[in-house]
């Protein structure tokens, strides 16, 4: 049942502009980044000759790239998620839902696994980019493998935090909204971190920043207790959803 209702979901999207929409404009985006990480990484090149470890095309070109695509989903996802249930309350299917023999879970983990197969669909066309430069020469492909878990996982937080913030309210552009500030607030913790002079509040502001984890992640660093930052940051917002779709059955 979770796989039906994650292929609804899957296909709802592409019969609507907006999922055509933002994997053009997405691509568009970070193939004009990948080029110009591409031509910064030729004007370096003869700097980079002269230092005894130079900078390899992944940290110069891959590793920004895939930083820059979490600010360009940071704006794109709130899209995805915002109708994944508000659109069901507004529309005033939500009942027929819940009077449907599956469960609570199963709703809320179909629908979020039918954006997560999109957001996978996007993030092989984005990794397509960097692969192609195997045709020219090298690339650390451990570093790479890191920053693109690293991607995947920021964004199934980033998809999981909309998904609850779509449970929350029958207007889809709230949502949208709601959700694009709560994903602010990382950055602005991380900021926050690094002005405190405490070392023991910049610890906790670090920890709970989504962008310093996938940093790491960024410099090929394989770190378990990373994993399951994002691991449990998932599973918090999606049990959320399941518990308020819960108290609205219950309603019902």
């Known amino acids: ?56 095309v992944t940290e110069v070109i891959v590793a920004p790239l895939f930083a820059n695509a979490t600010s360009v ?6 899209l995805l998620t915002m ?57 650390d492909l451990g570093t790479f493998a890191a ?26 552009t709230v949502a949208a909204v709601g959700t694009f500030g709560m994903l602010l607030l990382p950055w602005i913790i991380d900021w926050a971190g690094r002005a405190v002079g405490d070392a023991g509040q910049s610890g906790v502001f670090a920890y709970l920043s989504l962008q310093r984890h996938y940093q790491a992640m960024l410099r090929g660093i394989f770190d378990t207790s990373d994993i399951v930052y994002y691991l449990l940051f998932i599973t918090v917002f999606v049990v959320f959803s399941i518990r308020r779709l819960d108290a609205d059955r219950l309603q019902h």
Request: net charge neutral; charged share 10%.
């Open 1 to 56: 049942m979770i796989g039906h209702i994650a292929a609804r979901e899957l296909r709802s999207l592409f019969l609507s502009p907006l999922a055509w929409s933002i994997l053009a404009v997405v691509q568009f985006i970070m193939a004009f980044l990948f080029l110009a990480q591409i031509e910064e990484y030729v004007a370096l090149q003869p700097r980079l000759a002269m230092l005894e470890n130079p900078l390899g």
């Open 147 to 172: 920053g693109l878990l690293g991607l995947m996982l920021m964004l199934s937080a980033f998809a999981a935090a909309g998904l609850w913030l779509s449970t929350l309210t029958a207007q889809p």
């Open 73 to 78: 989903l940071l704006l794109v996802i709130p």
């Open 83 to 139: 109708r994944l249930v508000s659109e069901e309350r507004r529309a005033g299917t939500l009942p027929l839902l819940f009077s449907a023999p599956v469960s609570m879970t199963e709703i809320i983990l179909g629908k979020y696994l039918g954006v997560m197969t999109f957001l996978g669909i996007l993030l092989l066309l984005l990794a397509l980019m960097p692969l192609s430069l195997l045709f020219a020469g090298s690339l």
